[in-house]
């Protein structure tokens, strides 16, 4: 068979193919790390032509980047249809232990993820994981448990999430300090929420968390009036 015919054969398999290019990929990145995708290996591995893995992916980053789909949609839908805690701080805290859980699980690909804004940037899928989390912060505030604003926050659990997985990463696998994700996990529960403040602390920051979380049902005031009551109160809860 010529090159022709099996880049036809090929075309006409469609979505098996790229399922198939796409699992050899994943398998690559799980067993050699974000080195082993090469383009010679995942097209051997997946039994096909390496121009196939252009016309299908466009080049190397846009193949991560299907895989990184692939492999994440099923665990974002997993956090997406869970029922939550009821206390919101534990849901928090249930969120972050699998996150940290996916990321030892998969190391070639969290670092992958971590390390190119690009693919972040460019996956729809890991934009719904972030959906997922803004809401369990906004579940926090809503309870008025919430310390500083949502934005803060939502920075604050994800770059202390991504480096608590990637320090644990970076240690030898039979040598992590297993209690370091637990530490970073209730450092950042410590920064972003009221818990463990005496009862006179759950101040007005707290408070108006609580309001700004609540705003989307409120519908007396203007677009104007509603912007700037939501800068105030993101300026009462961010001070220190």
Known sequence: MTDREKFAAEDEAGSEVRARIIEAAAALISTGGPD??????????AGVQAPTLYRLFGDKRGLVAAV?????????????????HPDPLQDFRDGWDRHVAFGLDHP????????????????PVLGEGAAVLRRR????????RLRVSEE??????????????????????????VGLADAAREA?????????????????????????ASMEGL?????????????????IADTE
Request: net charge positive.
């Open 36 to 45: 082993a995708v090469t383009t010679r290996a995942v097209a051997s591995a």
């Open 68 to 84: 990184i789909e692939h492999v994440m949609r099923r665990y974002v839908s997993e956090k997406s249809t869970r029922r939550p």
């Open 108 to 123: 070639g690909l969290f670092s992958l993820m971590s390390s190119d804004p690009y693919l972040s940037s460019h996956s």
């Open 137 to 144: 912060i906004r579940n926090i505030a809503l309870a008025g």
């Open 152 to 177: 803060r926050a939502f920075g604050l659990v994800s770059a202390m999430g991504t480096g608590a997985v990637l320090t644990l990463l970076s240690q030898p696998e039979g040598k992590r300090d």
């Open 188 to 212: 950042v529960v410590a920064a972003i929420s009221t818990e463990g403040e005496p009862p006179a602390s759950t101040d007005v920051r707290a408070v108006a968390m609580a309001l700004r």
């Open 219 to 235: 519908r007396v005031l203007s677009p104007g009036e509603s912007l700037l009551l939501h800068e105030l109160l993101k300026r």
